[in-house]
């Protein structure tokens, strides 16, 4: 997992908005569901809020 190299799309909060917005920071290009869910694991650990979606059907 380390060193490895990832798309990234970066969304900055909407401060015109009635509730509170945040940063959001997607990560793609994985090899596999299983890989994603290693590292949305890791930052739930660190206590960062993740979940893995996926654009294509899951194989």
């Known amino acids: 997992m380390k060193g490895q190299t990832y798309q990234t799309t970066i ?3 909407v401060e015109d908005t009635v509730k509170p917005d945040f940063y959001r920071l997607q990560l793609g290009n994985f090899a596999d569901k299983p ?3 290693k590292l949305c694991q890791f930052l739930k650990q660190n206590k960062q ?3 893995v979606v996926s654009s294509e059907s899951d194989k």
């Open 49 to 51: 809020p993740c979940f």
């Open 11 to 13: 969304t900055e909060p």
């Open 35 to 37: 890989e994603a869910t």
